[in-house]
């Protein structure tokens, strides 16, 4: 069955580069995806990279997908307090239906 | 501006009580979805439909219920069955996957407190 893991909580300083991890089980998945949470709210999609890619660069944002380790991690450079939140990996398999399966999400701390 | 309404933001209930959660887009979205959020969970899917008049259980469907009466609205009611219901539930929307990237788009969220 499918499976996505993250660690729960990263600290980085202002200014630093954060590094959130993600794996995922299914070889199978189409599309991986970010979602940014901030507090009391909904998710909002960051970015996402299709499974026949290695690496996707939105300004600051970076993705690096690892088919073979089944690894995904997404880079934020100079790492901003808005930044803090909490962000969720996801894959989504084929098929007609969207199924989409999140990981438990990672809470950036953004210490200024 | 388009996007998913949801409501009430903030709900308490007494124990045996059921409670309807409302989601409405206008999106034009065909796909729609509730998911529950506990802290160190993520997201578990609840229910979710493809179209009117159709719904699908996803992993945790018991002791909820929910309608697609319309192709704007997908409300779920929280049942007395369900044992443990003080949670997070977030509410979503998608293009059916084949023709964009799958993105869901969620509503603003609505917490649901047992007392």
């Known amino acids: 069955g499918e499976d996505v893991e993250q660690s729960l909580f990263l600290s980085v300083r202002e200014g630093d580069s954060s590094v959130i991890n993600c794996t995922y089980t299914d070889s199978s998945s189409t599309y991986l995806y970010w979602y940014k949470q901030e507090p009391g709210a909904g998710l909002q999609l960051l970015t996402y990279?299709?499974?026949?890619?290695d690496m996707k660069q939105d300004q600051r944002l970076t993705v690096l997908l690892n088919k073979k380790d089944k690894h995904l991690s997404l880079r934020i450079a100079d790492t901003q307090t808005g930044d803090s939140a909490i962000y969720f990996c996801?894959?989504?398999?084929?098929?007609?239906?969207?199924?989409?399966?999140f990981g438990t999400g990672t809470k950036l701390q953004v210490i200024p | 501006d388009g996007g998913i309404t949801q409501s009430p933001k903030y709900l308490f209930r007494k124990e045996g009580q059921n409670v309807t959660l409302s989601c409405e887009q206008n999106l034009n979205h065909d796909a729609m979805y509730w998911y529950r959020q506990d802290p160190g969970q993520g997201l578990r899917l609840i229910y979710y439909s493809q179209i009117v008049n159709d719904f699908q259980k996803g992993d945790i469907a018991e002791g909820y219920s929910v309608s697609r009466e319309k192709k704007e609205s997908f409300p779920l009611t929280v049942t007395s069955a369900q044992k443990n219901p003080t949670a997070f539930y977030l509410c979503?929307?998608?293009?059916?996957?084949?023709?964009?990237?799958?993105?869901?788009?969620f509503g603003e969220g609505s917490r649901l407190t047992v007392l």
């Open positions: 990279i299709f499974s026949n890619m």
């Open positions: 996801a894959e989504s398999l084929s098929g007609g239906y969207q199924k989409v399966t």
């Open positions: 979503a929307s998608s293009i059916p996957s084949g023709r964009r990237t799958g993105e869901l788009f």
